[in-house]
């Protein structure tokens, strides 16, 4: 399988065979910019810019906190609750709430640099995943042999293979059935499993073994919501 610089990290993300390589994909981005914002971004304006008016959502927050020391999470915190007492929040209460700061409240819930920086690199990398699939067979055997895609995630990589310079029509049916087949198949076996475990539960079942479905609770949500509980 031939490498660049392009390909070596999709490479590296599709080689441990270790769940859903576009949740790793995540993870890896993730873990990258919550460790840059409390370390080298603290010196970058422009990024301080950002920060102050996305913010962060309760996960990154809490990920900050773990990832590096306190007095960058709170002087990140100072510029931020300074940056939403001045351009957030009404200068003062008037007869009635300002409609407009209500809107900017709103949309601060909504909004997250960690979040918002993920969301467009894994597109990125995804054109190198559907580049790869393309022209090294080699990589379609490993794509092949991943353990599943997660439900999510079969939506985000076929909404990219479909989109604008996404994959070319001679491979968008070989890659929609592997895609298919690694979200469908493991939804098959988490629904045996499931019904498995459930069955142990009848009496005339106790003292049973629950083999490989033991744990198929934590694999259910892992496949349904992206995250491992």
């Known amino acids: 399988m031939k490498e660049n610089i392009t390909t070596i990290p999709i490479n590296d993300l599709f080689r441990p065979k270790d769940g859903c390589p576009i949740c790793r994909m995540e993870e890896m981005l993730e873990d990258t910019y919550v460790n840059f914002i409390v370390g080298d971004a603290m010196m970058e304006p422009n990024i301080r810019i950002e920060t102050n008016r996305k913010g962060f959502c309760h996960r990154h927050f809490s990920k900050m906190f773990t990832a590096g020391q306190k007095l960058p999470n709170a002087l990140i915190m100072?510029?931020?609750?300074?940056?939403?007492?001045e351009n957030v929040l009404p200068q003062k209460a008037g007869s009635k709430p300002d409609k407009k700061a209500l809107e900017r409240i709103e949309e601060l819930d909504k909004t997250c640099y960690v979040c918002d920086r993920i969301e467009k690199d894994v597109h990125h990398l995804l054109s190198t995943v559907l580049s790869q699939y393309e022209k090294d067979e080699e990589f379609r055997g490993l794509y092949r042999g991943q353990p599943f895609v997660c439900l999510n995630h079969y939506a985000l990589i076929m909404r990219d293979a479909m989109g604008k310079g996404g994959i070319s029509s001679k491979f968008m049916k070989p890659f929609h059935e592997d895609t298919y087949n690694l979200t469908k198949n493991y939804l098959l076996t988490l629904k045996e499993d499931t019904t498995?475990?459930?069955?142990?539960?009848?009496?005339?079942?106790?003292?049973?073994?629950f083999g490989k479905s033991k744990d198929v609770i934590e694999r259910n949500i892992e496949y349904l919501t992206k995250e491992k509980p």
Do not use: P
């Open 78 to 85: 100072e510029s931020h609750l300074k940056s939403i007492i």
């Open 196 to 209: 498995y475990f459930c069955s142990m539960f009848d009496y005339r079942n106790r003292g049973g073994d």
